[in-house]
């Protein structure tokens, strides 16, 4: 009997089923919070309590959470479906086609560049501003691309997020990650930033070596790609037929870049995200329609067809969000921060830093926020660093390294779940892909915690 890897969205909904019994399972506890100087409740260390009269979840709270949600994941879903909308307009003036064309050009003897440019473009974005939903309108554009470089879609899907978490674990300035951690840890804001901007060189390098070697070895044997793309191996030789870059289509992809850069500036200084966002990316809908002259019901017919084809991924998001939903609910994720920082006081400075790696790489699962995680962790981390001999700073980066990259691999990730559906791949084929690169990127990240606290890294 062959073994058939579920779908993504059964796999998902088990680790939900499995969320449920843990909650029956695991003792339930909190921490008692404090709100600090930016208005935020963070933990008080030392205050853990169980709860003095167990509350179990019933089998009926599971299905309950399914529309809780998809209701608490709106802002994404609503976000995928109106970026597949402007897409599939984009698509229909043809600037998605001879963008590809002139991008072949460029890069069909040099698919190696194209690869790391790929990953440091989107890793200094991500360690300078946060992007990361951003990043989701690529994966059609650099999906056709390796397509037509006799790539497939995994080294496509595979570029934009080893980038983004690179970029995420070793941050600069990132407002979400290193502003939050920092602030709560008493550190000066962005202090340390050139030891973590030096540091995205050999991470991303790391993730380019990665990447490429597979790229290679699919371009080289077709039928070594992880996704079996029948798609790829009838594309031996890249089409030719790529219309010409016309004054119309040039304009489109200035609005692209337009709207994109909009809606990071409003992200960087005016607190904006998804809904605003969104909101940028449909005027830019509006106005590829008009410069490419589809008429309002054309632009409507594509627009509806776009956002259709997202509902798998749609489903797929609602149900990751929905295994952290049910945690918070049982009571579950203070008692699992509480027990996994015990061991850290029986060992010394250089393991604890590396053992807050683990943890903050464990509790990414339960807590998939980055800012949310640094608020219940770096409260109880940065105290039990100054006991075992580990600077703040030391902490904070530990957090960041563990987040980040585990951004890359928990199913509970709204942004990886959405990547990955734009692209048809399956979580347990990424996971297949992705693992080696995780333990490559976490080794590095060990030896340069147990080096940031011999140096004194503050």
Not at 18 to 23: D, M, N
Not at 47 to 67: G, I, Q
Not at 95 to 101: E, K, M, Q, S, V
Not at 247 to 252: E, Y
């Amino acid at each position: 009997m062959t073994f058939r890897v579920p779908n993504t969205l059964t796999l998902l909904f088990f680790l939900m089923v499995l969320a449920l019994v843990a909650t029956w399972l695991i003792p339930q506890g909190f921490f008692d919070t404090e709100l600090n100087e930016a208005g935020r409740a963070v933990v008080i260390p030392g205050s853990y309590t169980m709860v003095e009269e167990r509350n179990l979840m019933t089998p009926l709270e599971l299905f309950t959470a399914v529309p809780r949600a998809f209701a608490a994941a709106s802002d994404i879903i609503f976000f995928l479906f109106i970026i597949g909308g402007v897409l599939a307009i984009i698509r229909a003036t043809g600037t998605i086609d001879a963008l590809l064309g002139r991008l072949l050009e460029s890069f069909s003897s040099r698919p190696a560049l194209l690869v790391a440019a790929v990953i440091f473009s989107f890793a200094f974005a991500s360690s300078a501003v946060g992007s990361s939903g951003e990043y989701i309108p690529f994966v059609i554009i650099l999906v056709g691309l390796c397509r037509a470089l006799r790539m497939d879609p995994m080294t496509a899907v595979a570029m934009i997020i080893s980038g983004y978490g690179v970029g995420y674990g070793v941050a600069a300035f990132n407002p979400y990650t290193v502003v939050v951690a920092q602030g709560v840890a008493g550190l000066d804001t962005y202090s340390g930033w050139p030891v973590r901007l030096a540091l995205l060189v050999p991470f991303g390098l790391i993730a380019v070596h990665h990447v490429w070697r597979y790229a290679d070895r699919v371009r080289r044997d077709p039928a070594a790609s992880l996704v079996n793309d029948d798609a790829l191996i009838e594309s031996a030789e890249p089409p030719k037929d790529y219309p010409a870059m016309n004054a119309g289509h040039v304009m489109i992809i200035l609005g692209f870049f337009a709207a994109l850069g909009v809606a990071v500036w409003g992200i960087a200084t005016r607190g904006w995200y998804l809904n605003e966002l969104g909101a940028a990316f449909l005027v830019l809908g509006i106005v590829a329609a008009a410069i490419g002259r589809l008429g309002p019901s054309l632009t409507a017919e594509k627009f509806i067809i776009g956002a259709r084809e997202l509902t798998e991924t749609a489903l797929l998001v609602g149900i990751a969000r929905g295994i952290a939903l049910i945690m918070e609910d049982g009571q579950i994720l203070h008692t699992i921060v509480h027990y996994l920082s015990l061991p850290l006081n029986l060992v010394g400075a250089e393991l604890s830093a590396v053992g807050m790696l683990i943890i903050q790489s464990i509790l990414n699962l339960f807590i998939p926020s980055g800012s949310g995680q640094a608020f219940v962790t770096m409260p109880l981390m940065v105290p039990l660093g100054d006991l075992v001999g580990v600077t703040p700073q030391v902490s904070v980066l530990a957090y960041q390294l563990g987040d980040g990259f585990t951004n890359m691999i928990i199913p509970t990730n709204a942004i990886l779940m959405g990547i990955l559906g734009m692209a048809g791949i399956s979580y347990a084929k990424w996971l297949k892909f992705a693992w080696p690169l995780m333990l490559k990127l976490f080794a590095a990240a060990a030896l340069v915690l147990v080096g940031a606290v011999w140096f004194g890294f503050e």
